[in-house]
């Protein structure tokens, strides 16, 4: 009775289906968790010692040996064999003659037992008698020694409430034990000598026993032996005793029993035979834990040999390893009973007893006078004390409590260094310190702190120590915790962390990797009583449970209120809030068993609810690959009933405009969405969104062709819906998200009322919709009847052929041509048909091949396969008429059949799937055939094609008694998938089950809008105007092209003519046409390297080779990508070409390349083939060009000679001789200074303009519009020429400058020749100028300079129309008149040039509009005006 109680601990074995009673009898307060650390098992909560005392032991473990005890019966029955009263001890045997005690007929009696020592009896036993009807009805128990009255207690049987007695114990009459407790304080019960069960009452004749048994509380053993255990006891190990050496059994008159006496003369004490004499006695101990050992010692003053009696030594093996040796004084004068020593001591067993040993001790304390020395020993006694009394919360336990291991110790104890006291721990759990330091680690939360150690609520347990976490822990109360990955999550009644530092409301995550504690975004409104593992939502999922109604989800910044009903779902993985299984009413305790192997998708719930499943999810779920369901929302962000309270989704479809696109979830019923949608609602990012306006109306079926979304369902023209009305039809546009306007479709009485859209239908590869359903008009005017069809591109309705249609249409499918129309035909007298087929290529009904068999209307249609692609076939569901059952059909192409298919009556089938069988988990369908269902009339096409079962949605009552809302239909059996239930615990069912699939193609056309057909309209003006601005410009460019390359003629011989002697008739040759461009060229080079080391001052820039902007070095190249000529933006354009016109026709890449890099002049890697080269490549590419340009224009007059004349005069520029300014003149002469003025206007000039010019330059300086500085010590900006080291290219210039003829005209030949073979080198130059001292020419040797005005003439010269002031840093003002060297023409709009204002004034350079100059010069009648 006493043995199972265990004090708020309990130990169930799942093994065996058993309770075990711990041996420390549990503990002094309530447990609230427990968590394994490895091998041990750790109990937390309000307590703080184990209830494993004496008043807790079990009362039937000690035997009383009745066998020792002297038994006598009051009027013992004179029947033989029934008389005496030893007949009940020790007995096994039936209710019969020398197994049972009888008393006299009518008369009482009694039953008495004397003790042959003193115990302290702890409980009664007794077997009634039933022998011939007797028995015994009542009883009274008194203590022998002074018939006092003992006080018992007893187990109703039939209320199972213990019950007190003391003159009257009842004892039912039946062959079963019935136990008596003896409930008298200590002091009553102590050292009684025997007990009388005294007879009150009895049954029939008389009373009697059958058996009985009596028990002691605590282990005793004696030294004699035959006092100790019964003979009969059922006690695996005995208790016993031995004796060694000269011990005498000693009986004295004044003690009740006998006892062991050693007696040794004085001067024997410490002989070997004194010292060897020893008792040892092994008592029983039922159970390990600690115990007293108390010895009773007998008084001296019994035998009158107190003068004798000295001490003795007792030595107690307590455990395998603990042994203690103590010395008891015996100079006692009375009976005493004192404590010898106390410990662990482990239960007895086979392989371990604890045992006492007796000897006797040095006679330190013999009186003096005594003669001999004496011992005595009676017995021992063990009593059973509190194991531990500083568990402050906390006990550590083996997880196997019967390990031989407690033979050494106890197995539980508290902490190595615990809590304070008065601590209360809630929760604990394990985890390891943190990634780099995989310490096991022992969490503990609750109501406790200790400011010393700065730990408050919460703490961890390593190493032996307590010690705290981040942020001295929580402000509040922990209540549960539960430790994920590398995670610790906490639930309670807190509001953050113990120094205040972060908010925290009732639920936090501690990280153990970077030790630092994170909200769960806002927390919960309320308790937090329990945190767990999930493990069936995966394997970081935790749920809390507890007093709250709300959690806090979304942003940390801005959280959501979500109302909860005390359960919460944390995704650690997604770091949120997610939905929760199901539980009608408010759970207390959600578990889930992360211990067991192989059982982690297992969940237990507790608490008031009365309804449950797996998830909670409100319309829509998600079935996974694996079969398995999980949430398709985020928590908080699922559907919401109407405030009607009306709830359910009958459609739904993965929307996708196209191929390409990104699927978008999209379901229609009746519902509402948090962000005020209605009835149809899309899926955004976990979050249920409403979509446009939402539709005021029950919603059926959902499709969508290309971006146009076709909501149908039950239209809703109420007064109430007169804002938000819905005709049974509407057109989302997904891309504008907006409403496509369409003609409304109506009923007979010609309102929308009454209309009801049951299905749309989408022709693939056209612009068709095709909507059925309940109604008979559209746009007011068209008669199509309960069937329509839509073109996307028109917007209008168009009829189908006329139909025999009388009722609504209820399903559509298209099976490539033909439409499938499930619905009620009638034609005049033949049978109502509820299928029927449309050929859109023959535009006409058709009846389809045993469809008049089907007993009522058709309510589900789905495409058939041969389990590889889509058939002709389909499944057909519908309602039969007689009694409304479903039946389901299928039409194999040619006929419809009747497969074998049995569900219940009251079933509503709303789906139906082909899924492959290895999708579905084996334990789902079990171990049959994998074949298909029952066959057709082929006996080769089965109905489900093999592999594939058939998924059946809907509310179903299955054959085997079951109900699903969904169900794998195969080889006509059921296997019951998934069941649902509803708010209200009633049974939900399934309407729609959907997958991804790619959506139907639609021809489409898009309509621009006016806005944009405008815009398009004026891109193309102005890509019409671009492109004749385009082909001015192109013209421009081919006419300067052509203006320059005869220029370039024309200059040529007109130099070689002037040379030989003023006029000449002898046409200029073209190899003379290319040595002077090479002559150019070589100028071209020379004066651009000069003006690169001198400095030349670029308005435009701001250092030479740097850009003004950027401030990086600038690489200019002075070919035109496009054209191979001189770049007019390049630094050569201020460098002399003085023989080759206006433009230069001399392409320089085969011996120029400039490096940024490298601020110096011009070195080459070969100096003797350096000028061979530039003098060679230019003037062969100089004679290509202009004898190319020769050849067309003279292909309309045949004589290229002539041509080449003309090329040589026409465009000839008359430039002034070339003059030195350097005080010499062309022959080296001295000229006096105002001859070597420098001046771009001439006095003695023919043309009048100029002469007009220069006189104003005469008096005064024009205004200077910006610096221009020059190079070099002489202030004059000299370009340095180059100096030809060889005599062949000195020859050849000279001769090209001179128009030399006969040896010179040969020598130039040679030069050509030279230059055709010179191509084929490499030309690249290596670039220095810290080689070369300043002035010094880039090709070698020293060289002339030439002006810097002079250089400009080599520019072409264009005159000011108008005046145009300069506003900005690198603008070139100028005056109407001036003339203008252009520079740079690379941009349409602005020019690069240089104007001279005068001798005295700095040239100034910069930009300028090319439309305020022209290349004519001002006419006379213009002078008065420009002057």
Known sequence: MRAMSTGSLAIYEASNSTWRALSFHGLDGPVFDFTKVKDHVYAVGEFTATSDNATHTALNQQPINLSACTITG??????????????????????????????RDKLPGYYRIDFPFRATPSLLRLMNTMYEGRGTKSIRIEAAQNNQVLTMSYLDPTSRVEMFCSQTCPLPQDYNWHEFRFVDNAETLANITGVIVNIVDWYGMGGGFNKIELYQRDAQVYAIDAYNSSPCSSQGIRPSSQVSGNWQQTTAASYHGSYLTLGVNRNDISSATAQSATVTLVPFVPESGFYKLYMSIPGCQNTNTCLQRTSAKVTWLMNGKHSVVTTVTQHNLQDDEVEVLSG??????????????????????????AASAEVVVNSFRLERITSYTDLNGVLELYEDLTSNIQQDGPLYAPLDSGLPDGSAVYAATHGVFNSTNPEDTLFLGGQFFDSDQNYYSIAQYRGGEIKPLSNSGLWGDVRSMAYIDTSLYVGGSFNGTADFSLALSNVGEFNTTDQTWYPLVGGASGVVNSVVPYSPFGERAVAFT????????????????????????????????TNTPFLQGTPSLVYSDVWTDGRDSLAFAAGQFSAAAALEANGAVLLTPKQNIQAIDMMGFDLQPTEAGQFVVNSGMWYAKSNGSTPVLVVGGQFRTLDGGANVARLEDGKWRKLGDGVNGEVLTINNAANLLFVGGVANISADASDN???????????????????????????????????????????????????TAAGGMLSCPYICTLDINEGQWSPMATSSLI??????????????????????????????????????????????????????????????????????????????????????????????????????????????????????????????????????????????????????????????????????????????????????????????IPPTNVYQRHRLSVALVVIIAIAIALGITFLIVLVGLVYIYLRNRREAAATASAASAALAATTAGGTTKTPLNATMLGAGAAAGAAGAAAGARNLQSNGYHNAARDTWGTDAVAGEPVSFDNIAPNTGRLNSGSPMGLAGLAAAGRK???????????????????????????????????????????????????????????????????????????????????????????????????????????????????????????????GGDDGLGHVPMPSPRHMHSEQATAAALAGATGASLAMAKDVRRRSESASTRNTDADYSSSSRPSGESSVGGSSAHLPIRDSLKQHPVFYAKFTFSSRETGELGFRAGERVFVIDQSDEIWWMGVVDHGPDQPLEQGVFPATYVSSEPPKSTDWAELM
Not at 558 to 567: H, R, S, T
Request: proline share 5%.
């Open 546 to 577: 507890g007093d709250f109604r709300s959690v806090f989800a979304g942003d940390a910044d801005a959280p959501v209120e979500i109302a909860v009903d005390g359960l919460a779902m944390w995704d650690a993985l997604a770091g949120g809030w």
């Open 807 to 996: 009722d609504q249409v209820t399903d559509l499918l298209f099976v490539g041509e033909r439409l499938i129309v499930g619905g009620t035909f009638k034609n005049g007298t033949q049978p109502t048909r509820y299928l029927r087929q449309y050929d859109f290529g023959t535009n006409a009904w058709s009846d389809i091949d045993g469809a008049d068999k089907l007993p009522g209307p058709v309510t589900v249609l789905t495409v058939a396969s041969d389990g590889e692609e889509t058939t002709d076939g389909y499944y057909i569901v519908g309602v039969s008429m007689d009694d409304a059952s479903p039946y389901f059909l299928k039409y194999d192409g040619s006929t419809v059949i009747s497969p074998q298919f049995t569900i219940g009556a009251h079933s509503t089938i709303n789906g139906v799937l082909e899924v492959p069988r290895s999708r579905i988990p084996s334990s789902v369908l079990g171990s049959s055939s994998s074949s298909s269902g029952s066959l057709t009339r082929r006996a080769d096409a089965p109905v489900i094609p093999p592999g594939y079962v058939l998924a059946i949605s809907g509310d179903l009552y299955l054959p085997n008694g079951q109900r699903a809302s969904s169900a794998f239909f195969y080889d006509n059996q059921w296997a019951p998938f998934m069941s649902t239930v509803q708010n209200d615990g009633s049974s939900g069912f399934i309407s729609s089950v959907f997958f991804e």
């Open 74 to 103: 009051g009027n013992n029955a004179e029947t033989d064999g029934f008389s005496d009263p030893h007949n009940i001890i020790c007995t096994s045997g039936s209710d019969s003659a020398g197994n049972t005690w009888l008393m």
């Open 725 to 775: 009305e819905f005709a049974g039809l509407t057109v989302l546009d997904m891309d504008k998200e907006r409403v496509y306007e369409t003609q409304r479709l109506q009923g007979p009485d010609g309102t929308s009322a009454d209309v009801r859209v049951n299905k749309v239908a989408i022709r693939a590869d056209t612009s068709m919709v095709v909507v059925g359903g309940n109604f």
């Open 344 to 369: 662990y001591v482990p239960a007895s067993t086979m392989n371990f007893s604890s045992a006492i040993y007796v000897q006797l001790a040095d006679a330190n304390d013999l009186n003096a006078q």
């Open 1144 to 1270: 230069a026709a001399v392409s320089s890449d085969t011996y120029v390349q400039h490096d940024a890099g490298k601020k110096g002049d011009i070195k080459y890697d070969d100096a003797n083939e350096s000028l061979d080269s530039i003098f060679e490549s230019a003037a062969a590419e100089a004679e290509a060009e202009a004898e190319n340009e020769a050849r067309e224009r003279a292909a309309s007059t045949g004589s290229l000679g002539s041509e080449l004349a003309a090329a040589g005069g026409a465009a000839a520029y008359a430039m002034p001789a070339p003059r030195h300014y350097d005080g010499q003149d062309a022959t080296g002469r001295s000229v006096s200074p105002d001859q070597s003025r420098t001046s771009m206007y001439r006095s003695d000039s023919t043309n009048p303009f100029e002469q007009r010019m220069a006189m104003r330059e005469s008096q005064g300086a024009f205004p200077p519009a910006g610096p221009f500085s020059g």
